[in-house]
């Protein structure tokens, strides 16, 4: 397994563009994505557990219920969420798209981001189309991660090669995130695409087995979003005989799944809306994986640990507060706790009580700008690793004024 | 009822004092608190559900099992929680305390607030305790109430005097907020006093009961604190029959204890840490108080929202996403969403869909220092309250750097 080059066009037969159509006011930014694929593909999808659903998801749900899809459109620039009349207009979306690339409107997934509670216009969208889809490229990919972006600060695209029964398999993906990010089942706009055979079933598995351990632990504000998506598509190119049950093959996929999905949550917690800094609470010596999921989560989202994160201020009893409020049943006099960065590692906690550390050297590690919580429970064997990002004073900029 | 002048003295009985011991390096800040009745009081607390429980809570537990108490020691500056011996220093703290007060070292509550992860010296503590006992007065009731402060920028005291069986009882108390505060059973340090005759069974079933609608429905920060304390002691000096039961005296002592209560958690909210404006949720229609607090907490805790309403923008999508995630069992597509303040009311969102609304006047409401933001789910005849702030540039500035 190899990280390659590439986004949502890496594995075989993906195309993609990315343009502006005048959704958003300013020019220079794109705001209309299309990734497509030269053959009929199986398709999975996990959505938002919020119960208001942006308008998008409810209809891709729909196209998604036979398990194929062969394109995906987004746009950026409103949310098409809480507004009279969305579920037409992302409806109506999808019939323009299909007439232009002559496939059925079932088999195209539709996603939105941006402001919630506006009309969606229509007519930016159907005046784009013809250009977008004239615009189809293998060399498209970055692009379209351009289009889906809103607060973020760069494109987010990764991709992984690997081998089953012999066929060389690619999977890539393009997120989007920055804002609103706190997902439960999924997460803000993630698309995923693959060459490898496995069947609509076994891919839904795959991507909802995966979220739980990856999109699922990422926090930037606490926050769910109500358009939170994660699409995958795998074409079979590749070649390789289709994954249709558990098994070897299976295993492998889950592996290249999971090497795509942590890095695009490590993006997306590392440029989270004003952030300096990528937080990693790697918590260990959990008695099972619930309550290192629940203890590390709980510290990733606490405003008073990113805050002293931001300031690389090792006040560590913000972090075991945090545990202690999770809910997470652990011993709290036997936990240990260190951070760490590429400037060293320093102890500051153990079995619950405060350690003396150099000041100068926790300083030194905490002015990196990636930095791992680290937890030990000392209470069994599992382990759970969690993402987020510092809160910083252009967190409050961005969001005192989103709409403007 | 009505609200009368004073804090935890106002009730017949009560003295109390604040000084600056040496906990502080800073000479000008006070950080040593005492609350003393002339007589023994019924009493009784309500405490964190953090799992990290402060050195200080675990005493005062132990002291409060018989329902009895004379005498509150607090101390700012370190909060005795995580640390090796801190049960032995409350423990001394009291003993020291009784000595010069002459009471029985059980009936001393202790309470501390600061730095978690710390030592707590003694030495300072028992040096200044003499200077605290001598300098006790009815008029120490601010002092007391500066001395507990950490990064709160007011004293919060209030109290209330209403009548029971013809004698005027009064019901006073003081608190400390400002950050992690998202109390879970009971908030930040509450001292509350009051001279009317009630037993410690009815004094704790009215405390358990009241902290549910007001210190559970207070958010600063989403952190819940590992020394969250709530008590409140009953000397009955009012000479009114003893309240041993619920009844019309107890629903009276219920409406006295809840006006003073919800005074303490605006304090609160409307002082949180780098706090501009106080935020009240209040959620109508619900078809239970359960969903309706469940929303109202929901929309006051989110990071989105707190930052647009410190930009004094109506970016009601927010506080709908909110409820949508909040776990309430709610029709979206039925919520009304206003927000009101001394300078008007504005209704943004109908039926889970916004209306036009002139953003001149929305931004003329929400910059006022005060905002109500008003949900009707219109689904039933119960409501609740929360109470919450905005977050601001400073509340990252001063956690960025807490310590120092």
């Not at 949310?79 to 002559?102: F, M, R, Y």
């Not at 919630?116 to 216009?121: F, M």
């Not at 937080?279 to 203890?295: I, N, P, R, S, W």
């Not at 760490?340 to 102890?347: D, E, I, L, N, Y």
Request: hydrophobic share 40%; proline share 2%; charged share 20%.
């Amino acid at each position: 397994m190899e990280l390659i080059q590439g986004g949502v066009c890496a594995a075989k037969g993906f195309t993609a563009n990315g343009i502006h159509c005048g959704i958003r006011k300013n020019h220079t930014k794109k705001d209309l994505a299309l990734i497509k694929s030269k053959v009929p593909c199986a398709a999975a999808a996990v959505y938002t557990t919020n119960l208001v659903k942006g308008a998008p998801l409810i209809v891709t749900k729909r196209h998604l219920a036979n398990g194929t899809a062969q394109a995906v459109i987004v746009n950026s620039g409103n949310a098409n969420t809480c507004n009279a009349g969305g579920e037409n207009v992302a409806e109506e979306t999808c019939s323009l798209l299909a007439q232009a690339l002559k496939l059925d409107p079932r088999d195209v997934v539709v996603a939105s981001t941006g402001v919630i509670g506006q009309p969606l216009d229509l007519t930016p969208i159907r005046d784009g189309i013809p250009a977008l889809a004239a615009g189809l490229s293998p060399a498209g990919g970055g692009d379209a991660a351009e289009a889906i972006l809103t607060t973020d600060t760069v494109k987010k695209e990764v991709a992984v090669s690997f081998e089953i029964g012999g066929k060389t398999c690619v999977l890539g993906g393009m997120a989007k995130g920055s804002g609103m990010i706190h997902p439960n089942m999924a997460t803000m706009l993630v698309f995923l695409t693959t060459d490898c055979a496995v069947s609509a079933a076994i891919l839904q598995k795959a991507l909802s087995k995966d979220v739980q351990k990856t999109f699922n632990m990422l926090s930037v504000d606490g926050d769910t979003s109500t358009n939170d998506m994660v699409t995958i598509l795998a074409n079979g190119l590749a070649g390789n005989e289709e994954i249709s049950s558990e098994g070897d093959a299976f295993t492998v996929f889950m592996r290249a799944l999971n090497t795509v999905t942590v890095h695009l949550c490590r993006m997306i917690a590392g440029d989270g809306e004003g952030a300096t800094k990528l937080l990693t609470c790697k918590v260990t010596g959990a008695k099972d994986e619930e309550t290192a999921k629940t203890a590390a989560k709980s510290v990733i989202t606490s405003s008073l640990t990113k805050a002293a994160m931001f300031g690389a201020d090792a006040n560590w009893g913000r972090v075991i507060c945090a545990i202690g409020y999770s809910g997470a049943a652990v011993d709290i006099h036997r936990i240990d706790i260190a951070f760490r960065s590429p400037a060293g590692t320093v102890a500051v906690c153990e079995n619950g009580a405060g350690v003396p550390f150099s000041e100068e050297k926790a300083k030194a590690v905490l002015s990196e700008k990636e930095i791992d919580i680290l937890v030990d429970l000392k209470d069994g064997g599992c382990q759970a690793d969690a993402w987020g990002c510092d809160l910083t004073y252009d967190y409050v900029k961005i969001n005192g004024d989103y709409r403007t």
